[in-house]
Protein backbone atom coordinates (compact mmCIF):
# COMPACT_ATOMS: atom_id res chain seq x y z
CA UNK A 1 0.00 0.00 0.00
CA UNK A 2 1.49 3.52 -1.35
CA UNK A 3 -0.64 5.50 0.75
CA UNK A 4 -2.04 7.04 -2.16
CA UNK A 5 -6.07 6.95 -2.54
CA UNK A 6 -7.73 7.17 -5.31
CA UNK A 7 -11.73 6.93 -5.82
CA UNK A 8 -13.68 5.72 -7.67
CA UNK A 9 -11.45 2.44 -8.83
CA UNK A 10 -13.70 1.37 -11.59
CA UNK A 11 -16.02 4.07 -13.43
CA UNK A 12 -18.00 3.59 -17.05
CA UNK A 13 -19.79 6.39 -18.71
CA UNK A 14 -20.31 7.39 -22.23
CA UNK A 15 -19.51 9.89 -24.79
CA UNK A 16 -19.44 13.40 -23.98
CA UNK A 17 -19.80 13.22 -20.13
CA UNK A 18 -17.90 14.55 -17.27
CA UNK A 19 -16.41 12.79 -14.69
CA UNK A 20 -14.20 13.54 -11.71
CA UNK A 21 -11.20 11.72 -10.55
CA UNK A 22 -10.41 12.01 -6.32
CA UNK A 23 -6.89 11.40 -5.26
CA UNK A 24 -5.77 11.58 -1.88
CA UNK A 25 -1.83 11.56 -1.58
CA UNK A 26 0.34 10.42 1.45
CA UNK A 27 0.23 12.26 4.50
CA UNK A 28 2.84 15.16 4.59
CA UNK A 29 3.14 14.73 0.86
CA UNK A 30 3.05 18.19 -0.96
CA UNK A 31 3.06 17.22 -4.60
CA UNK A 32 0.88 15.51 -6.45
CA UNK A 33 1.02 14.27 -9.80
CA UNK A 34 -1.52 12.59 -12.56
CA UNK A 35 -0.61 10.49 -15.19
CA UNK A 36 -2.39 8.10 -18.06
CA UNK A 37 -1.92 4.92 -18.59
CA UNK A 38 -3.29 3.84 -22.06
CA UNK A 39 -2.80 0.98 -24.41
CA UNK A 40 -2.00 3.09 -27.35
CA UNK A 41 -0.14 6.08 -25.56
CA UNK A 42 1.79 4.17 -22.54
CA UNK A 43 2.28 6.09 -19.66
CA UNK A 44 1.91 10.07 -19.87
CA UNK A 45 2.41 12.83 -17.60
CA UNK A 46 -0.70 15.34 -17.58
CA UNK A 47 0.06 17.21 -14.73
CA UNK A 48 1.95 18.43 -11.32
CA UNK A 49 0.54 20.65 -8.52
CA UNK A 50 2.87 21.63 -5.36
CA UNK A 51 0.94 22.69 -2.31
CA UNK A 52 -2.15 23.90 -4.21
CA UNK A 53 -0.45 25.71 -6.98
CA UNK A 54 0.05 23.75 -10.47
CA UNK A 55 3.54 22.96 -11.12
CA UNK A 56 4.22 21.49 -14.37
CA UNK A 57 1.90 20.34 -17.12
CA UNK A 58 2.70 17.40 -19.67
CA UNK A 59 0.00 15.93 -22.22
CA UNK A 60 -3.20 16.77 -20.59
CA UNK A 61 -5.85 17.99 -23.65
CA UNK A 62 -7.81 21.43 -23.00
CA UNK A 63 -10.88 18.97 -22.32
CA UNK A 64 -9.56 17.68 -18.87
CA UNK A 65 -8.57 19.49 -15.79
CA UNK A 66 -7.23 19.40 -12.63
CA UNK A 67 -6.44 21.45 -8.92
CA UNK A 68 -5.16 20.74 -5.84
CA UNK A 69 -7.24 22.04 -2.69
CA UNK A 70 -5.78 23.32 0.70
CA UNK A 71 -6.07 19.91 2.30
CA UNK A 72 -3.99 18.68 -0.23
CA UNK A 73 -6.33 16.40 -2.44
CA UNK A 74 -6.44 16.67 -5.76
CA UNK A 75 -9.09 16.11 -8.56
CA UNK A 76 -8.86 15.34 -12.32
CA UNK A 77 -11.48 16.80 -14.08
CA UNK A 78 -12.40 14.83 -17.87
CA UNK A 79 -14.81 16.41 -19.79
CA UNK A 80 -16.58 15.93 -23.21
CA UNK A 81 -15.47 12.32 -22.95
CA UNK A 82 -14.60 10.41 -26.17
CA UNK A 83 -13.63 6.84 -26.84
CA UNK A 84 -10.53 7.56 -26.87
CA UNK A 85 -10.08 8.96 -23.27
CA UNK A 86 -10.58 5.26 -22.04
CA UNK A 87 -7.39 4.61 -19.83
CA UNK A 88 -6.29 4.21 -16.19
CA UNK A 89 -5.65 7.24 -14.37
CA UNK A 90 -2.93 7.28 -11.82
CA UNK A 91 -2.52 9.87 -9.07
CA UNK A 92 0.96 10.00 -7.13
CA UNK A 93 2.56 12.36 -4.64
CA UNK A 94 6.08 13.00 -2.98
CA UNK A 95 6.91 14.95 -0.43
CA UNK A 96 7.99 17.78 -2.63
CA UNK A 97 8.70 19.06 -6.09
CA UNK A 98 12.55 18.27 -5.80
CA UNK A 99 14.49 15.98 -8.69
CA UNK A 100 15.39 12.68 -7.77
CA UNK A 101 12.11 12.74 -4.97
CA UNK A 102 10.55 9.17 -4.93
CA UNK A 103 7.17 9.18 -6.38
CA UNK A 104 4.54 7.32 -4.82
CA UNK A 105 1.66 5.54 -7.13
CA UNK A 106 -1.98 4.90 -6.22
CA UNK A 107 -3.28 2.01 -7.49
CA UNK A 108 -5.63 4.23 -10.13
CA UNK A 109 -9.10 4.82 -11.64
CA UNK A 110 -10.05 2.83 -14.81
CA UNK A 111 -12.11 4.72 -16.92
CA UNK A 112 -14.73 3.29 -19.67
CA UNK A 113 -15.99 4.95 -22.24
CA UNK A 114 -18.83 3.66 -23.76
CA UNK B 1 14.31 16.71 -23.62
CA UNK B 2 14.90 13.63 -21.52
CA UNK B 3 13.63 10.35 -22.51
CA UNK B 4 13.95 6.99 -21.83
CA UNK B 5 13.87 3.35 -24.24
CA UNK B 6 13.24 0.17 -22.71
CA UNK B 7 14.43 -2.58 -25.46
CA UNK B 8 11.84 -5.87 -25.62
CA UNK B 9 8.52 -5.22 -24.46
CA UNK B 10 8.44 -8.77 -23.77
CA UNK B 11 11.10 -10.77 -22.11
CA UNK B 12 10.71 -14.28 -21.04
CA UNK B 13 13.34 -16.37 -18.72
CA UNK B 14 12.90 -19.55 -17.07
CA UNK B 15 12.46 -19.72 -13.19
CA UNK B 16 15.93 -19.39 -11.18
CA UNK B 17 17.51 -17.81 -14.77
CA UNK B 18 19.27 -13.99 -14.74
CA UNK B 19 16.75 -11.88 -15.03
CA UNK B 20 17.66 -8.75 -17.57
CA UNK B 21 15.56 -5.44 -18.49
CA UNK B 22 17.12 -3.05 -20.39
CA UNK B 23 16.83 0.87 -20.09
CA UNK B 24 19.02 3.31 -22.26
CA UNK B 25 18.39 7.13 -21.21
CA UNK B 26 18.54 9.96 -23.45
CA UNK B 27 19.77 13.21 -21.40
CA UNK B 28 22.36 16.20 -21.76
CA UNK B 29 22.93 15.99 -17.70
CA UNK B 30 23.34 13.38 -15.54
CA UNK B 31 19.07 11.92 -14.61
CA UNK B 32 17.79 10.79 -12.17
CA UNK B 33 16.14 7.30 -12.97
CA UNK B 34 13.94 4.56 -12.17
CA UNK B 35 12.69 1.55 -12.40
CA UNK B 36 9.35 0.84 -11.53
CA UNK B 37 7.20 -2.55 -11.33
CA UNK B 38 3.39 -2.77 -12.29
CA UNK B 39 1.48 -5.74 -11.18
CA UNK B 40 -1.36 -7.06 -12.92
CA UNK B 41 -4.52 -4.38 -12.00
CA UNK B 42 -2.47 -2.53 -9.57
CA UNK B 43 -0.39 0.54 -9.59
CA UNK B 44 3.47 1.31 -10.19
CA UNK B 45 5.75 0.22 -7.01
CA UNK B 46 9.08 1.72 -7.32
CA UNK B 47 11.96 -0.88 -7.21
CA UNK B 48 14.67 1.19 -7.39
CA UNK B 49 16.33 5.05 -8.15
CA UNK B 50 19.54 6.22 -9.44
CA UNK B 51 20.46 9.78 -7.77
CA UNK B 52 24.36 9.63 -8.41
CA UNK B 53 25.12 8.46 -4.84
CA UNK B 54 26.61 5.07 -6.02
CA UNK B 55 26.32 3.86 -9.58
CA UNK B 56 25.42 0.49 -8.45
CA UNK B 57 21.67 0.56 -7.27
CA UNK B 58 20.06 -2.08 -5.00
CA UNK B 59 16.12 -2.02 -4.65
CA UNK B 60 13.19 -4.44 -3.33
CA UNK B 61 12.87 -8.04 -3.96
CA UNK B 62 16.22 -8.72 -4.68
CA UNK B 63 16.70 -6.25 -7.56
CA UNK B 64 19.24 -4.49 -8.85
CA UNK B 65 20.28 -1.78 -11.55
CA UNK B 66 23.71 -0.31 -12.40
CA UNK B 67 24.14 3.58 -14.06
CA UNK B 68 26.34 3.27 -17.21
CA UNK B 69 27.12 7.02 -18.28
CA UNK B 70 29.52 5.50 -21.16
CA UNK B 71 27.19 3.74 -22.09
CA UNK B 72 23.97 5.78 -21.04
CA UNK B 73 22.31 2.38 -19.72
CA UNK B 74 20.58 1.89 -16.80
CA UNK B 75 19.76 -2.07 -16.93
CA UNK B 76 17.50 -3.87 -14.64
CA UNK B 77 18.75 -7.31 -13.10
CA UNK B 78 18.29 -10.19 -10.89
CA UNK B 79 19.98 -13.50 -10.55
CA UNK B 80 17.80 -15.84 -9.90
CA UNK B 81 13.71 -15.19 -11.06
CA UNK B 82 10.94 -16.23 -9.73
CA UNK B 83 7.61 -16.35 -10.59
CA UNK B 84 6.52 -14.12 -8.84
CA UNK B 85 8.09 -11.13 -10.35
CA UNK B 86 6.04 -11.62 -13.29
CA UNK B 87 4.76 -8.19 -14.27
CA UNK B 88 5.70 -5.06 -16.06
CA UNK B 89 8.65 -3.05 -16.07
CA UNK B 90 9.31 0.42 -16.40
CA UNK B 91 12.03 2.73 -16.72
CA UNK B 92 11.56 5.96 -16.09
CA UNK B 93 13.91 9.43 -15.84
CA UNK B 94 13.19 12.63 -13.86
CA UNK B 95 13.57 16.07 -15.52
CA UNK B 96 15.85 18.27 -13.79
CA UNK B 97 14.72 21.36 -12.15
CA UNK B 98 11.11 19.38 -11.26
CA UNK B 99 9.74 16.01 -10.60
CA UNK B 100 8.05 14.87 -13.70
CA UNK B 101 8.63 11.41 -14.87
CA UNK B 102 9.05 10.19 -18.36
CA UNK B 103 8.36 6.82 -18.52
CA UNK B 104 9.59 3.98 -20.96
CA UNK B 105 7.06 1.62 -22.57
CA UNK B 106 7.51 -1.07 -20.37
CA UNK B 107 8.88 -4.98 -20.73
CA UNK B 108 6.45 -6.93 -20.24
CA UNK B 109 8.30 -9.99 -17.74
CA UNK B 110 7.37 -14.13 -18.46
CA UNK B 111 8.61 -16.48 -15.69
CA UNK B 112 8.75 -20.15 -16.75
CA UNK B 113 8.61 -22.90 -15.07
Known amino acids: DSGVTQTPKHLITATGQRVTLRCSPR?????VYWYQQSLDQGLQFLIQ???????AKGNILERFSAQQFPDLHSELNLSSLELGDSALYFC?????????????FGEGSWLTVV | AQSVTQLGSHVSVSEGALVLLRCNYSSSVPPYLFWYVQYPNQGLQLLLK??????LVKGINGFEAEFKKSETSFHLTKPSAHMSDAAEYFC???????????FGTGTQLKVEL
Open chain 1, 27 to 31: SGDLS
Open chain 2, 50 to 55: YTSAAT
Open chain 2, 92 to 102: AVSDIGGNKLT
Open chain 1, 92 to 104: ASSPDGDSGNTIY
Open chain 1, 49 to 55: YYNGEER
